[in-house]
């Protein structure tokens, strides 16, 4: 029953829907009363052979009035009620919307996506349900309840009502009892249902993957038995849930059997009438209803709060990075100071970078390169604060990352990932991400410095083009330039390229370098990459190993070195050298 | 996606009966499920008329024969015993059986779902198709849950009550009969409104689900670019649109349903009343009938009020059903193989004969594509982003359907081996790796459970995954989450490559295979594969010419064409596209 304390908030947002409709409730309640009253009199009225056509006139009418004014307040409370439990689903559905877009890469590590939609949708149902059904339930049973026990007590014998009533506690007990049950079964029946939705979503999303290696059976399979768990859990529910109709029967049939006994022994001893006896039965059928609601009540609120403390724990979690109270809410604009001792990326025992102290001069080109895992996503990604946790610090302009809104640090920064993920809309608008109502010839031109307007064009609906989910329908490098062009639009302070050429041609990567250069002249870039011919120009050039600078400098400085990077440089040219060599001995 | 189409009262039964055909493998428990709800019906209905005859036979007259009383005791007791233990089991029964339906039906659609072809996916948002596997079928269980039992109980409810009519009164009681077919003019003005109406939210629901999944996977960039705001205003219009449409739901069901019934009842008995008023003004009339006849009138409602309850709740897993059979009969499968040929492959020779594919049926994408790759030859394709060589790819893995040329491996037409030996002998490395949740080990396995911890760690070594994957603080049990997010885009790649390499093809088909990774460690790649070159043919695409130079043959595509073929050195020596492509690559690192 916590939920319903739980969800004050909700109640007291919606007090008005609410009152109208527990209130319309309440008087068909009432109304109720009245056909069978009506129905006596008629009766009687026709036995005694009393009655006129005028005295049938008048109570049909207000038996069709009253039937109109039921229906109409029944209406009233069904939308009321009924109404304000969707309306909760549409707040919470927006609240974990709105809670999912702040929350860290950290949080997206520890959750899935399957099981944060089944929280979604599942879970906001079953809360709906407590919101509408539950109430209803609960206003219903008492106010039908209570007026039929406030009839036995009073119309017939309070002794007798007291003894009926005496296992109804019993009742309480058990059905309040069997709700604790249900909730945490229902709680792991939920979860199960996550991991069905992982499952799903996960072998969706793969899909090219299980095709490629013929494992569509196996996955067939495993899915299977994820569903064979989401059964189990369910059945165990189930077995809660069949026990609340028995058990009310039961201790509704001890109350009969307690009136009777009682009943005829008052009758006996002259306390009661026959007549009141008949009376006191009838009026206890009609308490079969209310009772059984109970039951259904508890069940349904159970669910509800298992579920509702499913999402509250979704939204108790804190978005992971912050602003700081006072934080600098000017661009960032200047020299970049790391100053890094280490960092290590959360639930991670190793440090990812460790000892980073370099300067990036305002208007410079940066090349990062160094091995696989070496940590050059990690430094962009420590610049663009989806991380922090590291010890040191990262200024720009003089003013430490941290100490900018976060708002305002990204406005700053153009950055283009590693894995481009594009949203299953037009060309046109994944390019005018940031900006969807920007000049379209600025699209145009943001697609041509990234080298994909001529793409584009060839398409038959151009930049009307669908892409399809993160941009399946396009070629790898064609998506690459995509994900160039949306950064470009931005026309940032700050670019950050984290090996965005690695799946274009060369004669591609040629050109966009230059359109980048001659684009971005005044302004900061950060380019990582493999090929040293996309950061070779660069101004300064820093060689990554395990998370370390081992090499700082330009191309020909670096080379002067002898060290890794000339490594590297070697390894590169001696590659032509051998397909020259080997092409000159066929 | 589009099942916009209104359903029409056939198409409504034919799901339904499609759903009942669900129910016939499970004949069995579904006719003991029916057994137990029949004898709680009838326990229900003899207990009231036990503690009747217990009123009328011995306290009305106060007389409490010991014996008679007992026995009468007794026989309620057994009538509530029956009734308990049996609600208990049919509540479990109907669940039992429920959730089996369901779990048939999900089991259905996810292993359609495996044999759609890509396209459906290039057009499907896969959120879409996650909330039918789960959420549509989910919105099914009610219909065998508490539609099924509320419908029967109600039909022996109706029987019972006209069979009590009939017998006070037959005439009055033919006239009763009308409002059966008011009820069912009723029920088919709800169901071709509300049809719109259900399909309408689910779609909207869907809709939803979709854009909650979208921004999921990419809310990196939607944070990266700032645009939480803009997409979360794009979420609260889609999630007000489905808020409208839940209230206009309400709203119909509530003038339709329970209130409305209410309102006929109301009616009826004014009908009722009036009639026998105005007759007792001319002739005697009994009190006791009309007193019956109000009491029955109500039972008679009692259980119609109940199904027009649920009738929304019929609607809803109705139109879900369909969602859900549409899925299942979705046309989109992938390309079908004719397997005539028991033949396997055992030497890997590959020939493309004049193929030509479009996509969208209007754009050629490859235009006459032919080539031979000859048994443990490499043939590499290059040529500018986008000029067809990934599609290429999948065609030769049945990705995708061809009709025009033929693509031959040892002789025999793709489309003629059985789907297994394909898979079995030829390995793909993606373009853009994708990891499984799970650890190391089992995203190189997958679900291939022949291969030892040796194998698992023999592939990570051919590419040099082991170095790194050995010093993760769990080695090969590390933990992988979702899309492999912890990882280097590097690390993935090596993943999905050594996920390849173990399962030891016969042809091998990279597809940018090292694009993320280092100089260094794709030389000793390259070294590996040359030792395993023997016995295996190679497909190999490669931006970075000198990954591929040493291939025993070189295509250069151009906008779908091969414009150019023969070795490294025949292609430099032709001054053509290669070898502009291959200059600028050197010359921009001079
Ligand atoms: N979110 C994370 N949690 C824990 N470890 C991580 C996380 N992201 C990356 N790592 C680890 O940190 C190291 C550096 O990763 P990073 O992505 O920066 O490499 P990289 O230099 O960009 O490599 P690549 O060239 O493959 O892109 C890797 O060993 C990686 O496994
Ligand atoms: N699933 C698809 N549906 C429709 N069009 C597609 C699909 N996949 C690719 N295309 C289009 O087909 C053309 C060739 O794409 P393909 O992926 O074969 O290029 P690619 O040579 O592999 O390029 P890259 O080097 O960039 O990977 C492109 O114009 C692309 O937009
Ligand atoms: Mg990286
Ligand atoms: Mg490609």
Not at chain 1, 125 to 134: D, E
Not at chain 1, 347 to 354: C, P, T
Not at chain 2, 296 to 310: C, E, G, S
Not at chain 2, 370 to 381: D, K, M, P, R, Y
């Amino acid at each position: 029953m916590k939920v319903l304390l739980d969800l004050r908030w909700f109640f007291s947002e919606r007090k008005k829907q609410y009152s109208i409709g527990i209130t319309a409730l309440m008087i068909v309640a009432l109304l109720q009363l009245a056909p069978p009253k009506i129905i006596g009199y008629i009766v009687d009225a026709v036995a005694k052979d009393e009655l006129t056509a005028e005295m049938l006139m008048r109570w049909m009418i207000i038996l069709v009035v009253t039937g109109v004014l039921m229906y109409v307040l029944r209406y009233i409370w069904r939308v009321m009620i009924f109404g304000s439990s969707v309306y909760l689903a549409r707040v919470m559905r927006e609240r974990l919307f709105t809670h999912f877009t702040r929350m860290s890469p950290s949080f997206y590590q520890r959750r899935r996506v399957g099981d944060l939609m089944a929280h979604a949708t599942n879970d906001i149902n079953a809360v709906q349900q407590t919101a509408g059904s539950g109430i209803l339930t609960l206003f219903d049973s008492i106010s039908t309840g209570g007026f039929v026990i406030l009839m036995m007590a009073f119309s017939i014998s309070w002794k007798l009502t007291l003894i009926a009533l005496v296992p109804i506690p019993v009742m309480i007990f058990l059905t309040s009892y069997y709700g604790r049950l249900l909730r945490n079964r229902f709680r792991v029946a939920q979860e199960a249902f996550s991991d069905l939705n992982d499952k799903a979503q996960e072998s969706i999303s793969g899909i090219k993957v299980l095709k490629t290696f013929g494992q569509q059976k196996e996955d067939v399979e495993s899915f299977t038995k994820r569903s064979e768990q989401v059964v189990k859990e369910n059945m165990r529910v189930a077995k809660v849930d069949a026990l609340f109709d028995p058990t009310i029967a039961g201790v509704f049939a001890i109350s009969y059997i307690l009136s009777f006994y009682f009943g005829t022994r008052f009758i006996l001893s002259g306390e009661l009438s026959i007549g009141d006896l008949v009376a006191f039965t009838s009026y206890l059928g009609l308490l079969t209803w209310p009772m059984l609601a109970i039951g259904f009540l508890f069940n349904i609120v159970e669910r509800g709060n298992a579920s509702y403390s499913r999402i509250q724990d979704l939204l108790s979690v804190e978005p992971g990075i912050q602003d700081r109270p006072n934080a600098v809410s000017q661009l960032p604009h200047g020299d970049i100071v790391f100053d890094i001792d280490t960092f290590k990326f959360p639930d991670d025992k190793r440090a990812s970078l460790r000892n980073l102290h370099f300067t990036i001069k305002q208007g410079e080109t940066l090349g990062v390169i160094g091995k696989t895992g070496a940590g050059k996503t990690a430094i962009l990604k420590l610049l663009m604060r989806e991380f922090e946790g590291y010890t040191g610090t990262i200024t720009y302009g003089g003013i430490p990352i941290t100490r900018y809104k976060k708002e305002c640090l990204r406005q700053a920064i153009g950055y283009v990932p590693q894995d481009h993920f594009l949203f299953s809309t037009t060309l046109g608008e994944n390019i005018a991400f940031t900006n969807p109502k920007i000049d379209p010839a600025k699209i145009v031109a943001a697609a041509k410095s990234a080298h994909i307007h001529e793409d584009i064009l060839t398409f038959e609906k151009g930049y009307e083009t669908l892409v399809g989910e993160r941009g399946v329908s396009l070629s790898g490098g064609q998506r690459q330039r995509v994900s160039i062009a949306r950064a470009l639009l931005m026309d940032p302070e700050l670019l950050l390229l984290d090996d965005s050429l690695s799946a274009v041609d060369a004669r591609t990567e040629e050109a966009i370098l230059r359109s980048l250069k001659e684009e971005r002249t005044g302004k900061t870039t950060i380019i990582t990459s493999h090929r040293l011919s996309a950061i070779q120009h660069a101004h300064q050039i820093i060689v990554l190993d395990e998370g370390e600078v081992v090499e700082i400098g330009d191309h020909d400085s670096l080379m002067a070195q002898n060290g890794m990077y000339k490594e590297m440089y070697d390894l590169q040219q001696l590659e032509s050298i051998v397909e020259q060599g080997g092409g000159a001995d066929e | 996606m589009n099942n916009k189409q209104k359903m029409s009262a056939r198409d409504q039964f034919k799901t339904f009966m499609r759903l009942a055909k669900y129910v016939l493998p499970m004949k069995k428990s579904a006719l003991i499920a029916i057994l137990l709800l029949l004898l709680t019906v009838t326990s229900t209905i003899l207990g009231p008329l036990v503690i009747q005859r217990f009123l009328d036979d011995y306290v009305v007259p106060l007389n409490f024969p010991a014996k008679e009383v007992w026995t009468i005791a007794l026989i309620y007791i057994g009538l509530q015993l029956v009734n308990i233990i049996g609600s208990y089991f049919q509540t479990l029964r109907f669940q039992e059986f429920a959730l089996a339906i369901i779990q048939q039906i999900r089991i259905d659609a996810f292993s359609k779902v495996q044999k759609l072809g890509l396209r459906y996916f290039d057009q499907t948002p896969a959120g879409g198709i996650v909330s039918r596997v789960t959420n549509d079928t989910e919105s099914i269980k009610e219909m065998f849950v508490s539609v099924a039992v509320t419908f029967m109980q109600a039909i022996f409810g109706i029987v019972g009550v006209y069979i009590a009519l009939f017998t006070l009164d037959g005439k009055l009681a033919l006239y009763t009969l009308i409002l059966l077919p008011l009820f069912l003019i009723l029920v088919s003005v709800y169901r071709y409104y509300s049809a719109d109406f259900y399909q309408d939210i689910r779609e909207r629901l869907s809709q939803l689900n979709a854009k909650i999944s979208e921004s999921l996977s990419g809310m990196d960039m939607i944070q990266a670019f700032r645009q939480e705001k803009r997409l979360s205003d794009e979420f609260i219009e889609v999630n007000e649109g489905h808020y409208r449409v839940g209230l206009r739901n309400i709203r119909f069901d509530s003038l339709m349903l329970g209130p409305f019934i209410d309102l006929l009842y109301a009616g009826s008995i004014v009908a009722v009343l009036s009639y026998f008023g105005t007759a007792s003004f001319t002739s005697v009339v009994d009190v006791g009938i009309i007193y019956a006849f109000t009491t029955l009138l109500r039972r008679l409602f009692q259980p119609i009020n109940q199904v027009m309850q649920r009738l929304s709740m019929f609607q809803q897993a109705i139109v879900s059903a369909s969602r859900v059979f549409a899925l299942i009969d979705n046309p989109e499968i992938e390309p079908k193989q004719t397997a005539v040929s028991t033949q396997h492959i055992t030497e890997g020779t590959i020939e493309f004969r004049n193929v030509t594919f479009s996509y969208d049926g209007k754009q050629d994408v490859l235009k006459n594509i032919s080539f031979t790759a000859n048994a443990g030859e490499t043939v590499a394709l290059v040529g500018h982003t986008g000029s067809g060589k990934s599609s290429i790819i999948n065609l030769f893995m049945r990705f995708y359907e061809y009709e025009r040329g033929d693509i031959f491996i040892d002789g025999v037409s793709l489309k003629e081996y059985p789907i297994e030996e394909l898979r079995k002998k030829v390995g793909l490395v993606l373009q853009d790796p994708f990891m499984f949740y799970g650890d190391i080990a089992s995203n190189i396995r997958l679900h291939n459970e022949e291969l030892t911890d040796e194998d698992v760690r023999e592939a990570a070594e051919f590419v040099q995954a082991d170095q790194f994957i050995e010093e993760l603080p769990n080695g090969y049990e590390q933990k992988v989450t979702e899309r492999g997010s912890t990882l280097s885009s590097g690390q993935r790649q090596l993943i999905a490559f050594a996920r390849t390499i173990a399962m030891n093809p016969k042809v091998l088909v990279l597809d940018e295979a090292t694009a993320n990774i280092d100089t260094e460690t794709e030389v000793a790649i390259q070294k590996s594969l040359e030792k395993m070159r023997e016995g295996r043919t190679t497909i190999a695409i490669a931006h970075r010419l000198s990954t591929i130079a040493d291939a025993e043959l070189i295509l250069v595509l151009h906008h779908g064409e091969i414009v150019e073929r023969g070795t490294h050195a025949e292609l430099l020596a032709q001054k053509g596209l290669y070898y502009t492509m291959y200059e600028l690559q050197n010359g921009t690192q001079e």
